[in-house]
């Protein structure tokens, strides 16, 4: 943490009023100091303090950092515009985010898919070829540039092959490992809101209904 020593006309935060500027450093030891010190000028000047005059020590923490948080709205209108493919994701799944936010982060440099979280006050069906929550959340659905929908293990090949990871799921192109993999991810498509600890889909579909009810058509609640 560093200090700051800070001249002030008037402030009403400043407590100490100099009268000696030589005790200021009375109570200092020089024997301690390192065998050679930084040159003068790397240092700012600092001000020059008279008898009677009022100074200020602040505490700036180098440490604290804010960082900018991004809506889920805010995020898909930062998706590129020249897409390729577009991914319906579910944004309240956990481990379905931590896919998502490692094909975002490698679409920075790509710039090749736009993601859209189905579960948005702003998702349309309409915009996505008619593809409604319910349908979304079935199972990983992805809309290709010129329309075409692919779903399951080809929707994910798809946009690995956008990311530069294609090799990861390339194997998944032949039989019968295409249909094995089909099969293992129907599983966990249909079991992935038990394991993720969620209410059946009956649930959430019905609180998404009670919610349109009270909401109707403001923007500003979120489920």
Known sequence: ?????????????C???LHNPSSLFSQFSFHNLP?????????????????????????????????????????????????????????????CMREVNMLRERNKTYGTIKFVDIGSDDYSPQEH????YQTAMGRIHAILSDGTIVTDVEAF???YEQVGLG?????TKYEPIAKI??????????????VTG?????????????????????????M
Not at 1 to 13: D, E, G, K, P
Not at 181 to 194: C, P
Not at 208 to 213: I, Q
């Open 15 to 17: 407590i100490a009023r």
């Open 181 to 194: 993999a089909d099969f293992v991810y129907g599983v966990w498509a249909k079991y992935r809101l038990q």
């Open 129 to 132: 070829h008619g593809l409604d």
């Open 35 to 95: 065998p050679r010190l930084p040159h003068a000028n790397a240092f700012p000047p600092l001000p020059i303090l008279k008898p009677g005059s009022q100074f200020c020590i602040r505490a700036i923490s180098s440490e604290t950092v804010v960082e900018p948080t991004i809506s889920k709205k805010e995020d898909q209108e930062q998706s590129p515009k020249d897409w390729k493919i577009k991914m319906l994701y579910d944004g309240d799944c956990p481990l």
């Open 198 to 222: 969620r209410p059946p889909i009956e649930e959430i579909l019905e609180a998404r209904k009670k919610k349109g009810e009270v909401c109707k058509d403001s923007k500003a609640c979120k």
């Open 167 to 171: 090799w990861v799921y390339a194997i």
């Open 1 to 13: 943490m560093a200090l700051r020593i800070a001249a002030t006309a008037s402030s009403a935060s």
């Open 157 to 159: 090949r798809r946009l």
